[in-house]
């Protein structure tokens, strides 16, 4: 954080990773103020994007994103006539992996995605795929289906609001 009006409004934000250095954009935030720290907070539009996503596969398949992971594995080997991907319980899943996945696990989510977005079923599957692959490589590993931030037994909920803690220390 560069600086802080005396309105408690955040005019300009360090850059988040994959942001050019000179981009600065004011968005709204919460602050707040421990003993040690400030603490600022913004929605996160990609969490916010994929909660419809999560919502309905969790709804649907709801035990556990591990066994979410290998429900699509195995729907994408199933689709593709791959007989190794059946029995795969780690790795990563590719773009094209997903989408015949997501279209055999998920098929009246992705209509409605489709007509809500003015696009093929494939289209809406491969939208929701690149705002899963946060990294651009691809691919998606366990991890990238899990919902970031702290993880409590049970709680599948994704967060849709980033942090940034600032200490005090570092404000002199």
Not at 41 to 59: G, N, T, V, Y
Not at 63 to 76: D, G, I, Q, T, Y
Not at 97 to 111: C, G, M, N, Q, T
Not at 124 to 149: E, M, T
Request: overall charge negative; aromatic content about 6%.
């Amino acid at each position: 954080v560069e600086r802080l009006s005396s309105d408690g409004m955040l005019y300009e934000m360090v850059p988040a990773e994959g942001v050019k250095e000179s981009t600065s954009e004011r968005r709204e935030c919460l602050l707040g103020l421990t003993a040690s720290e400030v603490i600022v907070k913004w929605r996160d539009s990609r969490a916010e994007q994929l909660l419809p996503f999560r919502r309905a596969i969790m709804e649907k398949y709801g035990c556990s994103w591990e066994m979410v992971f290998k429900l699509m594995k195995r729907a994408a080997a199933e689709a593709t006539g791959d007989e190794r991907g059946k029995g795969d319980q780690g790795g990563v899943i590719c773009e094209e992996e997903f989408v015949v996945a997501l279209a055999s696990l998920l098929p009246d989510y992705l209509a409605r995605q489709a007509s809500l977005g003015g696009e093929s079923s494939i289209e809406a599957a491969r939208r929701v795929f690149q705002l899963i692959d946060d990294d651009g490589d691809g691919f998606i590993a366990l991890s990238n289906l899990r919902c970031a931030g702290e993880q409590h037994a049970g709680d599948e909920r994704a967060p849709v609001m980033v942090d940034y803690r600032l200490p005090l220390s570092s404000l002199s």
